[in-house]
């Protein structure tokens, strides 16, 4: 088995969202090696289908790219929240939508070369619409679309959002489409 074990650790940054650290690691070569590494809660993304296989999606403004992106519904996992209970949560914070129906799809790292985030994936069916209650630096613009449609901008290459590109494919397995 391939490993690396920590011989020193340093705390480098720590922030509100996101902490970094610094470590020495022997490999499994016996050589020493430094890792940076950034440390992330958990997330959720949610995939909310309805029963003509349209998709709710948000426009956001994302500052580290300067780009609005098309995203699916995601946000991090409270300390002592299941990933269940964040993902019910941010999807009424953030479309207003409830859903009677989830299906848990797994969990993928999201950059697993350099941060420990886990993004755990969900698909909402049967769903009802009631208010959202966005964070207050959240500036986010609901979108309804096709399932085709937003297959046809991954085909594209218009869809440039890592998470909400694997939720499409989790999405066309679970309809089988």
Known sequence: MISEKRITSELIYQGSILNVRKDIVKCSNSQESTREVVEHCDAVVIMPVTQS???YLAYQFRYATNQTLLEFPAGKIDPGETPLAAAKR???EETGLLANQWVS???SYASPGFCNE????FIA???DQGDRKLDDDENIIVHKVSFKELWNQL???SLNDTKTIAGLFFVKEYLGL
């Open 105 to 107: 799809m797994g969990s």
């Open 155 to 157: 085909k594209e290459q």
């Open 53 to 55: 296989y349209e998709l």
């Open 125 to 127: 069916q049967d769903l």
């Open 118 to 121: 886990k993004y755990h994936f």
């Open 90 to 92: 941010e999807l009424k």
